[in-house]
């Protein structure tokens, strides 16, 4: 018993100064710090369920409200920079993006063929690939589109008139996800989803599975940021297996009915197989994992985007108004149908939209791994190679500093005048520099869509089974604990 005491003992000191030792890292840089506890290092402990999106900004708050221009955390005993300062975080990300260009997120190809893409991918294989990938992004490609998008709003616009004649209160992100899995399901693979009518289909089944947030889950992504030597070598993976199979085999079998049927279609996956076939620039697994890439980027987040979106206008019945009336007045114009030119005639939608992503960032962290040994500007420190670099979007744009009164949701400040003021580096709803998303055009697209088909024909009001205010659920993509419920009726 005497010798199993000693044993422990010695182990819990051996812990205990090791993790000082670690702890001790950005002082000894010379960079200030965060105080952390053993073993979790600056983290929160996992039973308080705070949001990481919470967490990180509330790093880049302390740092802030101290007067600090960049700051040093730990994730464990891993250290991460988090810069603070928009000229920071505009060097990062752009002036010196060659020092980091990586992510340095462990994933593994071999077992899952799904993260063989240009979100996990680092270095000249990313590189290849994104100049492979950015012209099936270009905006004749994205009108090429519209029609297929335009008529995933339909299913939307009728589900919407049966809510409304019933007086149901809408579970507006459940709603709204399907109207998103619809487009994603014909743009990325060409096939009718129909997920008014059947709900429980399995791309609904498995793209939940992808977004399904767990104290478990969010701990192996920590692993696989922080410690991908082990990671690699514990198997952890992004995604459950079953999820990894359905999607691969959704898209080889999309790519064959097309192939032995020649079959073209004006949609995301056409744009890849050509790129197979006429010019060899994607393998068979590479394609699988842009199209899985394609559908993580447009199914969750653009749901999300379009549900804090209508909360907001739902809340400020004014600012509704007025988008109402720009969006009559713009298809009053273009003998009332909605076209891919009449979306580029709105510009209070674009305000109302700039203004949704910054005050609901829903990538509201950006992650980076330093490369080379990089000097830090305006400081005598050095960041060594491979250490993990943090930006809380949300932290930014919810700075007093940059925009005043951060709570309050107003579009005015992406006016034309007002837009020209907004500080480089403080705004990075898709980040920034050659690793900003690549699926911008999209995305917008299928939320200017939604809205327009959504407001031309209904008002929103806040449920009284919305709980205010808006408390964020656990996870990596912004969402609400409970639901945002709206109240939706027609308008004559």
């Known amino acids: 018993m005497f010798f199993i005491v000693v044993l ?31 073993p979790l290092g600056n983290l929160s402990a996992p039973w308080k369920k705070i949001p990481p999106s919470i967490q990180y900004a509330n790093f880049y708050k302390e740092f802030k409200e101290r007067g600090q221009k960049h700051g040093g955390v730990y994730l464990f005993t891993n250290p991460m920079y988090i810069p603070v300062d928009p000229v920071l975080v505009r060097n990062i990300l752009v002036k010196d993006f060659h020092n ?27 590189k290849v690939l994104r100049q492979k990938v950015t012209p099936t992004f270009t905006s004749g490609k994205m009108k090429m589109m519209f029609t297929t998008m335009l008529n995933c709003a339909k299913p939307l616009v009728q589900e919407m008139k049966l809510m409304s004649a019933n007086r149901e209160a809408i579970d507006i992100k459940e709603t709204l996800a399907k109207f998103t899995t619809d487009v994603i399901g014909s743009c990325a693979f060409g096939i009718d989803c129909n997920s008014f009518e059947t709900p429980n289909s399995d791309l609904r089944k498995y793209g939940k599975m992808v977004f399904q947030e767990t104290v478990l889950k969010s701990l192996k992504m920590l692993i696989a940021f922080n410690y991908r030597g082990l990671a690699k070598k514990l198997g952890i993976t992004m995604f459950e297996k079953e999820v990894d199979e359905f999607f691969a085999k959704l898209a080889t079998d999309a790519y064959n009915y097309r192939m032995s049927n020649h079959i073209k279609r004006n949609d995301f996956m056409q744009i890849l197989i050509e790129l197979k076939e006429t010019e ?22 653009s749901a999300a985007t379009l549900t804090f979106c209508l909360f907001e206008l739902a809340s400020n019945l004014d600012i509704q108004k007025k988008l109402r009336e720009e969006i009559s ?10 076209t891919y030119e009449s979306l580029q005639d709105m510009k209070y939608l674009d305000q109302v939209i700039s203004e949704t992503l910054r005050k609901y960032p829903v990538a509201s962290m950006i992650i980076r791994t330093c490369s ?31 925009f005043p009164d951060p709570e309050k949701f107003d579009p005015d400040r992406f006016s034309n005048e007002n837009e020209s003021k907004i500080r480089p580096g403080t705004y990075l709803p898709f980040g920034d520099g050659p690793r900003i998303c690549i699926g911008i055009r999209f995305g917008l697209m299928q939320v200017k869509i939604c809205l327009i ?12 089974k919305t709980k205010l205010p808006l408390e964020f659920d656990f996870g990596f993509v912004t969402n609400v604990k409970g639901g945002i419920w709206l109240n939706c009726q027609k308008i004559s």
């Open 329 to 338: 007045n713009v298809l009053n114009e273009y003998d009332g149908e909605i």
């Open 100 to 126: 980091f260009s990586m992510r340095g997120i462990s994933f593994n190809a071999e077992m899952q063929k799904c993260t063989d893409n240009l979100f996990f991918l680092d270095g000249p294989r990313w």
């Open 372 to 402: 080379e040994d990089y000097q830090i500007p305006f400081s005598n420190s050095t960041l060594e190679k491979g250490t993990l670099v943090l930006i809380s979007a949300l932290g930014l744009q919810r700075d007093p500093e940059y």
């Open 453 to 464: 088909s959504l407001l031309k024909g209904f008002e929103f009001s806040v449920n009284s």
């Open 280 to 301: 060899n620039a994607l393998t068979m697994n590479e394609l699988i994992a842009q199209v899985f890439a394609f559908f993580v980027a447009g199914f969750d987040t």
């Open 8 to 38: 422990l003992t010695l182990a819990y000191f051996s812990i205990y100064y090791y993790c000082k030792q670690r702890f001790s890292y950005w002082r000894r840089k010379g960079i200030p710090d965060l105080e952390p506890s053993i």
